[in-house]
């Protein structure tokens, strides 16, 4: 399963609606204006629902999702975090 | 209240034909149902639809001076015009009527094409001097009447809407990609333009003259700017007794009328302000009309009641349930003609509905305020950002926005997000659009949806550089909040809610809308106020709340601002509208417009059709890919002008080469 990936699929087919060329791993998806407050809330609840990891609020920083490769790490550690546990 | 179309050749050859002239009428009689005239000479033909407000009896256009030497068609009212016809009776100008037309007539007779700055009021018009073949047309300060005009075969043709032009043989209907990208980032097209292809809005404050061929349009009102030093300092009180005063003397004017003269009343600041200093000082036997939403958080209910029972008002209500907006979304795009990023504009096109129901033709709403006076929420967030800008690092700076925008706020997932969300471009804070990027980027997000044929139309257009490009000089002595305002009443202002939210609106139902708050005396007096004053703190319309908080009830003073809005999604996928919605979003339809990426547009609509609580952009995103649909449906694919009723004229001055008299019909 490559975390990376399926969360892109997400994106390019929820909220670029099939228009992925602009989503590099390193784009960021504030400054690239590719999500609104809502477009957040929605990837948010994909990544626990298909990953099965819970986000606690203070994890919801520009810092952890702000683009593809900080946000699929995040998840990798969350998920690790939970296999260990 | 009416409206006005013609033709003017801009080299003498053939005459205007007459049918021509009278399919233009045809396709706006709404604006203008009571009275109908034309006239007709070898170069122009002039067009009148009226809706009698002021001289029922002999009020009926094209209207000429003493020696017929000048012609007027004319669509609006020139509320000080009772002042102006005393000093032209003394220049020794002599009156066939009693009606504003005529005045203004007179008055360009006097002192020509500088005649509009002498004008208060609403106005867009057409004068015709056969003597020296010069047509002028003008409008208002703000934009309250329309005016468009396009050059084709040789000829100017003028009207209060576009279909009229359209109803011209041989003239080209597509809507404009251009038009179209800048509809999708400001909500609505910059001054000047329409959503059609060479299709020109003549701009707010600005006159049109045709002259041996050619053609000048120029600006005669700016909206006023004044540095800090010409700011007036005087004590918060007095600046509230100026207020004051020349509010009840905007209403005084607006009030002049042959007619009963009824209020819009949302429950909000100004629209109950207006509401109440009418009932308190003038005439306590008011009509008024709100509009109410079934769903709690766009419905101002309760407010209204209030202020109907403060007042004892005659009061009717309608109700913009999810059924009717979507029930009349395509008849209100038909009246904008500019495609929608909102559904805001329906119940207004409803409630102008009742008012003609009501037998009422003229109502005064709080239109305006919010751009003069400070009200909107965008002008604090431009300060509270700008605060932040001078330490981007204090990051309790941002907090600030959570009293702006609570609602969405309130969910502790979020708040982190959209803190970050406003902290963008706070290193741009010399720009003069700082306090509208965020706003306008995130529309944007819209465009994703746009062909790549579209795209390729658009090209390297930069839009945010087109507004940068029209701005004053002087715009540069404004602060953040100036800034801001200025902005919000050029573009926003102008190009939407006077129109889409306005003129189109309740002229599609022959109701004329008077707006005291942009009396220019008091766009002039509010811009020599201080900004503080406006906005004290994080307290919107600050001074205009200490101006009505006398005559108006304590809750609706200190109510925080809720900004008028309405339904989107559900309104517009569910219900009896679904199908033709779906019928216009198809793949084939939407390949055949060709602005839309067909694929990305079903994904749009499947997950929109999914979602519990659609987002606003992809609200937004709806509206706009149905709404250019309809438009291209309405104004390309199956334009017809055989569909309206024909025009009788009441009169016809016919004047053309080889006809001599003038005719009554």
Not at chain 2, 35 to 42: A, F
Not at chain 2, 234 to 249: G, K, N, S, T, Y
Not at chain 2, 618 to 626: I, R
Request: proline content about 4%.
């Amino acid at each position: 399963m490559n975390v990376q990936w399926e969360i892109k699929a997400y994106i390019v087919d929820n909220i670029l609606f099939g228009d992925g060329e602009r989503l590099e791993q390193d784009v960021s998806f504030q400054e690239s204006g590719i999500l609104d407050s809502t477009g957040f809330l929605e990837l948010i609840t994909f990544v626990e629902e298909r990953f099965g990891i819970e986000i606690t609020d203070s994890e919801l920083i520009p810092e952890n999702f702000d683009t593809l490769r900080k946000m699929s790490d995040f998840v990798e550690r969350k998920m690790g975090a939970r296999a260990v546990a | 209240m009416c409206g006005i179309v013609g033709i003017c050749k801009l080299q003498a050859g053939r005459d205007v034909d007459l049918n021509t002239v009278e399919r233009m009428m045809r396709m706006i009689r709404h604006r203008g149902p009571d009275e109908t005239g034309i006239y007709l000479d070898d170069q122009v033909g002039l067009g009148h639809l009226r809706l009698s407000i002021i001289d029922l009896e002999r009020g009926c256009q094209p209207i000429h001076n003493e020696d017929q030497t000048l012609w007027i068609i004319y669509n609006g009212e020139a509320f000080n015009y009772v002042e102006l016809r005393r000093q032209l009776e003394e220049q020794g100008h002599r009156f066939y009527t009693t009606s504003d037309t005529e005045v203004i007539l007179h008055l360009y007779e006097q002192e020509g094409p500088q005649c509009v700055e002498r004008l208060n009021g609403q106005f867009a018009f057409a004068i015709w001097n056969r003597q020296s073949r010069e047509l002028f047309l003008a409008r208002d300060r703000v934009g309250i009447r329309p005016l468009h005009y396009t050059l084709h075969n040789g000829m100017l043709i003028f009207a209060s809407e576009v279909k009229s032009i359209f109803a011209v043989p041989g003239v080209r209907r597509e809507l404009d990609p251009v038009s179209l990208d800048q509809i999708f980032t400001f909500w609505t097209v910059l001054p000047g333009r329409t959503a059609f292809r060479d299709i020109c809005e003549l701009p707010p404050g600005h006159y049109l003259k045709v002259s041996r061929g050619t053609v000048e349009v120029k600006k005669y009102w700016e909206i006023p700017i004044y540095g800090r030093e010409e700011q007036l300092d005087l004590p918060v009180e007095a600046l509230c007794d100026q207020i004051r005063d020349l509010l009840i003397d905007a209403i005084r004017i607006r009030l002049r009328a042959d007619v009963p003269v009824g209020g819009y009343l949302s429950g909000g600041l100004d629209s109950s302000g207006v509401a109440a200093l009418v009932a308190r000082k003038f005439n306590a036997d008011l009509n008024t009309f709100g509009i109410r939403f079934e769903q709690e958080n766009f419905d101002e209910g309760t407010h209204q009641e209030q202020m109907v029972s403060f007042l004892g008002t005659k009061h009717r209500e309608i109700w913009a349930t999810p059924e009717l907006i979507g029930d009349l979304f395509a008849r209100t795009l038909w009246h904008c003609e500019k495609p929608l990023l909102r559904t805001a504009p329906v119940p207004l096109y409803a409630l102008s509905g009742v008012v003609h129901e009501s037998g009422l033709k003229v109502v005064l709403t709080g239109e305006g305020a919010d751009e003069v006076f400070g009200g909107y929420d965008i002008f604090k967030e431009a300060k509270v950002r700008q605060f932040w800008s001078r330490r981007p690092e204090a990051l309790g700076r941002g907090d600030l926005l959570e009293h702006l925008y609570g609602d969405v706020f309130r969910d502790p997932r979020t708040r982190p997000f959209l803190k970050s969300f406003f902290a963008r471009g706070l290193d741009r804070s010399d720009d003069p659009l700082f306090s509208h990027l965020v706003r306008w980027d995130n529309t944007s997000r819209t465009k994703v949806l746009f062909s790549s044929e579209l795209k390729a139309a658009v090209g390297s257009v930069d839009s945010y550089e087109a507004v940068r490009r029209s701005l004053p000089d002087r715009y540069g002595q404004l602060d953040v909040v100036g800034k801001a305002q200025y902005l919000e009443t050029m573009i926003f202002l102008s190009n939407y809610l006077l129109s889409s939210q306005g003129d189109r609106v309740a002229m599609a139902h022959s109701v004329e809308i008077r707006l005291p708050f942009l009396d220019y005396r008091i766009i002039d007096l509010a811009a020599r106020v201080p900004s503080r004053w406006k906005i004290l703190g994080l307290n919107e319309k600050h001074i205009l709340k200490k101006v009505l908080g006398p005559v108006l009830p304590k809750e609706i003073v200190a109510r925080r601002k809720q900004p008028y809005r309405a339904p989107i999604v559900n309104c517009l996928l569910s219900g009896r509208q679904r199908d033709s919605a779906a019928e216009m979003l198809e793949s084939g339809a939407i390949r055949r417009a060709g602005f839309f990426d067909a694929g990305k547009v079903s994904r749009l609509l499947e997950k929109l059709q999914a979602a519990k609580n659609p987002g606003e952009i992809d609200s937004m995103a709806l509206a706009g890919v149905l709404s250019c649909q309809i438009l291209h449906r309405q104004f390309v694919e199956d334009f017809a002008t055989g569909s309206c009723s024909a025009v009788r004229p009441d009169m016809v001055v016919d004047k053309r080469s080889g006809v001599t008299v003038a005719a009554l019909a």
